[in-house]
Each structure stands twice: as structure tokens, then as C-alpha cells.
């Protein structure tokens, strides 16, 4: 279980409210949400479709802006992508005409700096993808894609790592790889990882805590702590509270349970599941 610090949370999302103007009206999105996320954590976040999963997880990134409401790093506001913080999307985005190396090396010539080489061998070695440098994205599968935008992600030695469904595209066997790789990488690394899934049962895999958002307007309707060590093997998975468990989540998604209204009465509740 994660011992990060309860006060000073790694990222703090304060009263979050994202309104976006679209051609047909103002569409909230976002409706005063609030989470911290403890150094070291992994925090998994699920809920409806269009709930504003990727709306908070953008926020949390300074990608975009909160209509209202705060983000903090470290308890310092963010306002614009952050050094510090990571991201990897649902596409690996690599650029087609650069081989693996090249990927890899492009967030530093953007920013002048000089990469570690030491430590991206180091993380393709993690990833398996030792001996790939040269290839270029059309010759790697779709999971040796998402493995490269991990280590171009952590080449730079951020202390948050934000993953928006990075999986999400992937056979279930590819997946399930790659979620034990996540796992070796955080037991490696320590990173503080918050995780976008529709995957209940991923979410249960990877964190310490499982957050239920609402409904759009997203608010954090439920937590779920999840007690299970590390690593998690496939008989932890495969036991009664793990199942109980998802069948809570997926009841709270799809059981009408996070409407706004349902929500605001079940507030802040934290469910602890025994091991
Ligand atoms: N750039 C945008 N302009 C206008 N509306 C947007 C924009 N981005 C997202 N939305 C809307 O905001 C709401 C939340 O979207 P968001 O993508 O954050 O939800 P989500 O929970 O990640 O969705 P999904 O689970 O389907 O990926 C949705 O109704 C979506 O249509």
C-alpha cells in the first residue's frame, strides 16, 4: 500500500470546473471537482462515457485550462505543461519518419536539453524494446508502440506520470502485458502514475486507489481503496474481493449510482476492501 503523504498531496485538483463553449452552448464538463493524489500513488480514474475523465486528466497535465478551480503540483499551481509531469495517450503518437531513438530523443531537442542516455537504455531494456532504436514506428506492433511513448514519456524523468487509456486500443493479451509492465515500472521507479481506464478490472490491477467519477458534470462520486500487494499476481486477480470489487465499480458506472444527484449523497466516500 502507498505511504505518500495525506496532506501535502503529489497533485491536488481543487474545485475543477471546466466549462467549454461550443456552437451549441456551453457544455460543463467538469463541476467542482476535487483529488488529491499521495506521492508514489497509483490512482486509476473510471467512470461513465463523456463523464470528463480526459477533461481532468488534460488539466492535471496544463495541457488545458480549468474554467475555475485549481491544479497543484507540489502545492504550486499549474498553469501550462509542467517538466515534471508526463503523459502518454491512447495513441503512441510517434513520429512516422523518426526511428525509435529519434522519437525518444525529440521531446529534448524541443527543449535544448541533453538526454540521459544511461537511463533510456535503462528503460528499454524495462520495456523489452532493447535493440529496436532503429526501427522505425511501422515495423514495431501497436503495443511496442505504446511501450516507446512510455519510456519517450519517462526519458524525462517525470515525477507524475499521466496515462490517458494508453491501452485502450490493444488485444486483451497485449494489454494485460503491458499493465504487468506498468506495474515493474512503478515497482522500479516509484512514479506517481494517475490512470485513465474503462477497465474496471485494469484499474483493480494497477492502483492503490480506484476513483468513480459522476456522471457528467464529473465529480469524484466514489474511492475505492485497493489493498492488494504487490505484485499482483493473476491469483490475487482471480479471488472472490477482487471480483466483488469490480462488480461494485462497474454497479457505481452503470448502475445510475454516480448521477450528480446520486453523488452528492454518497460525498467523499471511502470504500476499503479487505485482502
Ligand atoms: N474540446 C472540446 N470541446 C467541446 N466539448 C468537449 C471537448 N472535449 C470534450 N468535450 C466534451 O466534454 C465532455 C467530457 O469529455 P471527456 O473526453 O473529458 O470525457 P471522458 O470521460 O474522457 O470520455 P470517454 O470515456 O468517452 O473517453 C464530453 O461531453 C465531451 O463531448
Excluded at 110 to 123: F, N, Q, Y
Excluded at 184 to 210: C, G, N, P, Y
Amino acid at each position: 500500500m502507498n505511504t505518500g503523504d495525506v496532506k501535502n498531496p503529489k497533485l491536488g485538483v481543487q474545485a475543477a470546473t471546466k466549462i467549454y463553449r461550443t456552437a451549441s452552448g456551453d457544455l460543463l464538463a467538469l463541476d467542482r471537482c476535487d483529488l488529491d493524489i499521495r506521492a508514489n500513488e497509483i490512482v486509476s480514474i473510471v467512470g461513465p462515457s463523456g463523464c470528463g475523465k480526459t477533461t481532468l486528466l488534460w488539466s492535471m497535465s496544463g495541457l488545458h485550462g480549468l474554467t475555475s478551480g485549481e491544479i497543484r503540483l507540489d502545492g504550486k499551481p499549474i498553469t501550462g505543461p509542467h517538466p515534471d509531469i508526463g503523459i502518454v495517450f491512447q495513441e503512441a503518437n510517434l513520429l512516422p519518419w523518426r526511428n525509435l531513438d529519434a522519437n525518444i530523443r525529440f521531446p529534448f531537442e524541443i527543449k535544448g536539453e541533453t538526454p540521459d542516455r544511461a537511463w533510456i537504455a535503462h528503460l528499454l531494456n524495462r520495456v523489452g524494446l532493447d535493440g529496436f532504436g532503429g526501427k522505425f514506428p511501422r515495423e514495431l506492433s501497436g503495443g511496442m508502440q505504446q511501450r516507446a511513448a512510455i519510456v519517450r514519456a519517462l526519458a524525462l524523468k517525470p515525477s507524475v506520470l499521466l496515462m490517458d487509456e494508453p491501452f485502450g486500443a490493444l488485444d486483451s493479451f497485449t494489454r494485460e502485458e503491458m499493465n504487468r509492465l506498468v506495474e515493474e515500472i512503478w515497482l522500479d521507479t516509484k512514479t506517481t502514475i494517475v490512470f485513465i481506464t474503462h477497465s474496471i478490472e485494469e484499474a483493480i490491477f494497477l492502483s492503490d486507489r480506484v476513483v468513480v467519477l459522476s456522471a457528467r458534470p464529473g465529480r469524484v462520486a466514489r474511492e475505492y481503496a485497493v489493498p492488494f500487494p504487490r505484485p499482483r499476481s493473476m491469483e490475487i486477480m482471480a479471488t472472490k474481493e477482487v471480483f466483488d470489487l469490480t462488480n461494485r465499480i462497474k454497479m457505481d458506472i452503470v448502475g445510475g449510482r454516480t448521477t450528480p444527484k446520486a453523488q452528492e449523497r454518497a460525498s467523499a466516500e471511502i470504500v476499503r476492501i479487505r485482502p
